[in-house]
């Protein structure tokens, strides 16, 4: 093909139904519990049968800007980008589109979910190929998925009659008739027997033609993100990136783009496909490991159980089962979760419940510039191991409530305190007085770590003044 041939990687979703072992530190795309690779990199890996790695952008959340780019360290790092803010799918679209048509103009673009599951290279290759061939003359092509079963999950697809397109032998795109939400039961069996297929949410199509269907279905959206290329990848895009999401309505392309745009074509996919959408669907991805069909991971014993799903993220702590028949159990640092697996699909509501209640105190928290681990939060201090990734830096920042004690295990670090730049290399400490504007950089090419030692009155992360940050964080939280 004579077009550049650029995916995109939407890798911002939250997960929330494979809770306690997804949360929204980290997401189900982010996770390595099922196997040596998260759902994100078999994605890249995925993306790299069609394209270079020069050729992936990534779309995530701006708090999973480390943990993205270490997943996928042969990306460029700039082709990482970090949502500000969640708008759904039609801002991302709109952001990815106009960075591409900035950086390959006249590009053909793969837009595809990091949480889903396939199987089949060589179909997914072709089916692909089909979807460019026809997006090529202007279309926007959607990839069908034929049914297994009726679900509930999905969204669903009617194409066009077969007699309503010319004569192509083999797999070829049809014209989308129409679009339906999520249905019912009975509404999903009636869908599947009927032939439509499951909406997959992968898409293809030239980056103008996009833009285009954005621009007259989505002014907002359109006039929000199209400015963005020309900062990209300036020192001002991460401030100009905030303020188009600030400014950005929430709408899914589906709803916004693709139920209403004419000339929507969708090819059905050959390839196994899942969404890998919760704890019934991982089975899936795990063999048994005994002859009563139970499935472990972690430090697990059990006993006469049959048909579950035993999983213990704690390398400290054994979870002990006995006499269990088709449950999940899954102990993490987040919580457990009992639930017969039959119904652990519908648990949402309750991890709802769990993310409102405001007793959450996660261990674990991403950051654009990488991570830190709570080793300690007592009343009268707070202590945490802090990562930061090469060539990273935190933001300029102040606490009124609290001062800070650092010290450096691994790495170099420069620390800026008021007007000074200390170099403070494994081993040696500095300390950040309560009120002292201060930041950390890392200039190496490994990682640094250090422990920070808090003490003051209040250690709450709302306790964070910013005046300059290289991710748009200049607002006090």
Request: with cysteine; glycine share 8%; hydrophobic share 40%.
């Amino acid at each position: 093909m004579s077009e550049r041939l650029v995916v995109v990687i939407m890798a911002g979703g939250a997960g929330t139904r494979f809770w306690p072992l997804s949360t929204p530190e980290l997401p189900k795309q982010f996770m390595t519990a099922f196997g040596d690779r998260s759902f994100y990199q078999q994605a890249v890996a995925r993306a790299r049968t069609l394209v270079p790695e020069s050729d992936i952008l990534v779309v995530t959340s701006r708090a999973f800007l480390g943990l993205a780019r270490s997943q996928a360290p042969g990306i460029p790092p700039d082709q990482v980008i970090g949502e500000p803010e969640r708008r759904d799918t039609a801002p991302a679209v709109a952001l990815a589109s106009v960075l591409a048509a900035s950086r390959w103009p006249g590009c053909m673009t793969v837009v595809m979910p990091a949480d889903h599951v396939i199987h089949g290279k060589e179909e997914f290759r072709g089916t692909i190929a089909v979807a460019v061939e026809r997006a090529r003359d202007g279309a926007l092509v959607t990839l069908g998925i034929p049914p297994t079963h009726p679900s509930t999950a999905y969204g669903y697809i009617e194409l066009e009659p077969e007699g309503a397109q010319p004569g192509q032998p083999g797999q070829h795109a049809r014209k989308v008739r129409r679009f339906v939400e999520k249905p019912g039961p009975e509404k999903a069996r009636e869908l599947a027997e009927a032939g439509l297929l499951w909406n997959s949410g992968i898409f293809v199509w030239k980056a103008e033609t996009i833009l285009a269907e954005i621009e007259r279905h989505l002014p907002a959206v359109h006039g929000a993100m199209a400015p963005l290329g020309a900062s990209f990848p300036t020192g001002t895009f991460a401030a100009d990136l905030a303020e188009a999401f600030r400014a950005s309505p929430t709408i899914s392309i589906d709803y916004g783009v693709m139920e209403k745009a004419s000339g929507v074509h969708c090819v059905p996919a050959t390839f196994r496909w899942s969404d890998v959408g919760g704890w019934n669907a991982a089975l899936d991805l795990l063999a048994a490991d005994d002859d009563h069909g139970n499935r472990t991971r972690g430090k697990v014993i059990h006993d006469s159980c049959h048909g579950s799903l035993l999983l213990s993220t704690d390398p400290e702590r054994t979870l002990l089962c006995s006499n269990l028949r088709d449950l999940v159990v899954a102990s993490t640092e987040e919580g457990v979760l009992v639930c017969p697996r039959d119904e652990v699909d519908g648990i949402k509501p309750l991890v709802t419940r769990v993310m409102e209640s405001g007793g959450r105190s996660p261990r674990v928290d991403h950051r654009p510039w990488g991570h830190y681990v709570i080793l300690a939060d007592l009343p009268d201090h707070k202590v945490k191991r802090i990562v930061v990734d090469p060539r990273q830096r935190l933001s300029l920042q102040r606490h009124r409530k609290r001062s800070e004690h650092w010290h450096v295990v691994s790495g170099t670090a420069v620390v800026t305190r008021g007007d000074e730049d200390i170099e403070v290399r494994a081993g040696e400490s500095v300390d950040i007085p309560c009120g002292a504007w201060h930041r950390v950089r890392n200039p190496g090419r490994d990682r640094l770590v250090f422990i920070e030692v808090q003490r003051g009155t209040y250690f709450g992360e709302d306790d964070i003044e910013r005046r300059e940050d290289d991710y748009g964080r200049t607002e006090t939280v």
